[in-house]
């Protein structure tokens, strides 16, 4: 003899698969928001100049042309870790130095490349820059971008 579902018994299945189903996304949800907030940022080291350095970067629109921890445009290089790719990681006076002296050398002038506008920023500002790249390349990015360059 076969048992066949009454609309009853396809309602409960319905409702009791959807609210298990919700439960496990917003437990999920709270896990995932939870584990930003305590393990991947370094909330603790932000200065009024990474702020400033932030606020730089998003003024100037460098997220036009650069990526930086794999969000924005591919057609520059990931901003990210270049105080780590130039060995200047954690030295704010040398990142300083390397960033001013490179934003300075814009545009090089190579013929059928495109250049990065010269934004002609104080001291500073640069300095600030410097500091938000140094602290973003500090987060714990969990290995991403995912490559060597990156």
Same mark, same amino acid.
């Given at each position: 003899?076969?048992?066949?579902?009454?609309?009853?018994?396809?309602?409960? $299945?319905?409702?009791?698969?959807?609210?298990?189903?919700? $439960?496990?996304? =917003?437990?999920?949800? *709270?896990?995932?928001? =939870?584990? /930003? =907030?305590? +393990?991947?940022?370094? !909330?603790?080291? =932000? +200065?009024?100049?990474? *702020? !400033?350095?932030?606020?730089?970067? @998003?003024?100037? !629109?460098?997220?036009?042309?650069?990526? $930086?921890? #794999?969000?924005?445009?591919?057609?520059?290089?990931? *901003? !990210?870790?270049?105080? @780590?790719?130039?060995?200047?990681?954690?030295?704010?006076?040398?990142?300083? @130095?390397?960033?001013?002296?490179?934003?300075?050398?814009?545009?090089?002038?190579?013929? #059928?490349?495109?250049?990065?506008?010269?934004?002609?920023?104080?001291? @500073?500002? /640069?300095?600030?820059?410097?500091?938000?790249? /140094?602290?973003?390349?500090? $987060?714990?990015?969990?290995?991403?971008?995912?490559?060597?360059?990156?």
């Amino acid at each position: 003899m076969r048992e066949v579902m009454t609309k009853s018994m396809t309602r409960n $299945i319905f409702y009791g698969g959807s609210l298990f189903f919700l $439960i496990i996304f =917003l437990g999920l949800s *709270v896990h995932s928001h =939870l584990y /930003i =907030l305590n +393990t991947s940022t370094d !909330a603790d080291k =932000l +200065t009024d100049s990474v *702020v !400033a350095g932030k606020r730089i970067w @998003e003024d100037h !629109a460098c997220v036009n042309c650069h990526t $930086i921890l #794999g969000e924005g445009a591919y057609f520059a290089p990931e *901003v !990210a870790n270049v105080m @780590e790719r130039w060995g200047v990681q954690n030295d704010h006076e040398a990142a300083f @130095e390397t960033l001013k002296g490179w934003m300075e050398a814009q545009p090089t002038g190579v013929e #059928g490349r495109r250049q990065m506008p010269r934004f002609d920023l104080t001291d @500073e500002q /640069i300095r600030n820059l410097a500091d938000f790249l /140094i602290w973003t390349g500090n $987060i714990n990015s969990q290995g991403w971008p995912p490559n060597e360059a990156g």
